[in-house]
Every structure is written in C-alpha cells, then in structure tokens.
C-alpha cells in the first residue's frame, strides 16, 4: 500500500496544474496582504465605527492573528475547489488517458487502489493545508506582528489575548484537515462516474456550492436538513475563535464529518469493484 500512495503522489505531483492550487492561494493570501498594509487602518475604523463610539480602542489591532482570519475567511469557498483539482482527477484521470485498465492489470485489488488514490488526494490536501498555515500565519505574523485578536462577528466582538491564539489556530487548521478530507472523498467518489477530470471538479464545486447556500439563506424550511448537511459542518472551525469555545459542537462536526468520509469511500469501493472499466 505504501508503495502505491507514493506512486499516486508522484502522478500527483508531475503535474504542472498541481502547483496552480498553491499558487492561487500565495496570491490570494499576498493580495489581502498588501491590501491591509497599504489601508488597514481605515479596513478597521469602519468595521469598529460603532464600537469606537463608545470604548477607546487602542493598541496593534491590525496583526497577524487578525490577518490570517480575513484571509481564511476570503479563501473560505476556494479551497473545496483547490482540493477537487487533484482528488477529482483520482479515477477519472487515468480514464481519460485510458490507462485505467491497464492499472487493474497489476497484482492489485480495486479496493487498494481507490484507497491509494484517496490517501495520495489527503496527503496533497494536508501540504495545502500546511502551505496556507506558512503563507497565511507565518508571513501575515512577519509582517504584521502579533498582539489580542479581535474577531469581529455579525452580532458580537471577540477579544482573545495573543497568548491565547496559537494554540487556536492550531486546532482550526487540523479541524480544516478534516473538513478538506470530506471535500477529497467526494471528489474521489465522483471520479468513478467519469471518463474525465472536468466533471468530477465542476460537480463537486456545485455541490459545496449548493448546500453552502442552503446553510446560509437561514430559511425555516431548511433548518431541518442543515444539521445534516457536510456544509454546515465545514465551518465548524470559526468555533475556535469564539469565547468560550463550543467544544462539543465543533466535536460533533468533525465527527460528521468523518462519518461523510467514511460514507464516500465505502461508496467509491463498492461501486468501482462493480464497474464494467472500458478504458
């Protein structure tokens, strides 16, 4: 099995079109960047006008702790597709060169190799990941410097002293670890329905899409499929932002999602060892 992830990483990794990911998040994340430096001050008066009112605000609000939330906020709905650009080509890849075929040839079971595809697609996911926590946290707190993160929600203003954020960053990104797998797992189980990358990207994009917009319309008649959704549980990671932190909650979320993970793969495996591979 070890042989066989990393001969799907090197599949994944030959391919120019891996880096785009990383890339559209190093710009993304500079963009934001530069923005804030260049017209922070005037981001955070508008945002604080009626808090300013009436409390004195002082001190280095705009720091890197606060930058790497509006980034993470910003890249929010892209990462899904970043992730889908290599899990999405996981089956339907080597079915558009046709080599499928020729693959199920080797001494392997198909059961090995959806599970190959799968772990290469959490391991490209998880350097993703860290590439973002390097280029977001690590360059944002360079620049910017640390100090309290003030998070600013729709009804309310957190206060957390810069001690007390490390380690919630930390949290959030292993928690975003787990989201990401569920994306990859879709991805990969849409893969198995076709002959090539574009439709597995595009649907699993449109299904994040559809039910992120379910989540967020707040209309009574949907809350009773949202707690079900994978979406609502995507965002879970705010969680860790708040005071206190609803442990349970984003403990339950992060179950859910593993069980969509769960759920995805065992799809993929039973319908992959059914398939009739004609390429």
Known sequence: MKQLVQQELYKIFRRPRTYISFGIIAAVTLIVEAALYADGKTFIDFALASLTEQFDIQGNIINGYLVTYIILQSLIVNIPL?????????LAGEANIGTLRLLLTKPITRSKLVWAKFL???????????????????????I??????????????V?????????????????AAIAMTAVAALSVLLSVFAENSIGPIVSTMGIILFFTIITNLGLPSFEVIKPYLMTT????????????VPFGAIAFSGFVLMVYTVVFIASTIIIFNKKDIKS
């Open 82 to 90: 970043l992730v889908a650009l290599v899990a999405g080509d996981a």
């Open 120 to 142: 290469a697609s959490v391991v490209y996911t998880l350097l993703l990941l860290l590439w973002l926590a390097i280029i977001s946290l690590g360059l944002s707190l360079i």
């Open 144 to 157: 910017f410097g640390t100090g309290d993160m003030v998070n600013m929600k729709s009804d309310a203003m």
């Open 159 to 175: 206060l957390i002293l810069k001690d007390d954020v490390p380690w919630r960053y930390f949290a959030a990104f292993g928690f």
């Open 233 to 244: 549980h995507m965002i879970a990671w705010k969680g860790f932002f708040s005071d206190p």
